[in-house]
């Protein structure tokens, strides 16, 4: 994007990231779910975030809807809005990481050039993709707002999987599938990931 601030210069402080890492004892990294409405990627991520603060960790969730409400709210969803959006909560979302806190982003974000633009804005190992999968009509089914019904009908226009498409990650970090998995076992599955990587669990 486009720079139009100038005579601006990033000013370091004297706290680190390895330093808030190291008192907060894990990782700060970016843990990014993404799928179709309905895939049940909010509900898993609350599940994440929950389990994730009894382990005594610094983590917060940051979810598509309740950041529409405020840092977004200027924005629609159309292709270029979607790309703004994601824009803005990957920046966001690396800002906590470098707090030393966990960031648990949960959006549709249905472009791979955007989740991509997204992780690139981390180092090595500090973006870690969700792909919380479900097909098509298994969303359908669920419908948990009625927002399938209200697309399918023709009241939304540019809803992701019906009249907008959605990019399935090629490489993700871990896949859970919420069609074969319940919510619990699709949590547990993203903390047993997190341990397993070194990011919580352990001396950092």
């Known amino acids: 994007m486009l720079q139009k601030a ?108 955007d989740r991509d633009a997204a992780r690139a804005l981390m180092g090595e190992g500090e973006f870690i993709e969700v792909y919380v999968k479900a097909d098509i009509e298994t969303c359908k089914e669920r419908d948990p707002k009625g927002l399938y019904k209200k697309a399918l009908a023709g009241e939304i226009k540019e809803f992701t999987g019906i009249s907008a498409p959605y990019e399935e990650p090629e490489n993700a970090e871990l896949v859970v599938d919420t069609s074969k998995l319940s919510i619990e076992e699709s949590s547990q599955a993203v903390v047993d990931f997190l341990i397993d990587r070194g990011i919580v669990g352990q001396p950092v």
Do not use: Q
């Open 6 to 113: 100038t005579n601006i210069t990033w000013h370091k402080g004297k706290v680190t990231k390895e330093g808030r890492e190291k008192r907060n004892g894990h990782k700060g990294v970016v843990i990014w779910f993404t799928g179709l409405s309905g895939s049940g990627k909010s509900t898993v991520a609350v599940e994440v975030e929950h389990a994730l603060f009894d382990m005594g960790a610094h983590v917060y969730m940051l979810d598509g809807d309740n950041v529409r409400h405020g840092l977004n709210k200027n924005l629609g969803f159309s292709a270029e809005d979607r790309t703004e959006n994601i824009r803005r909560i990957g920046e966001v979302a690396r800002l906590f990481a470098d707090s030393g806190a966990l960031a648990l982003t949960s959006f549709i974000s249905p472009y791979r050039k």
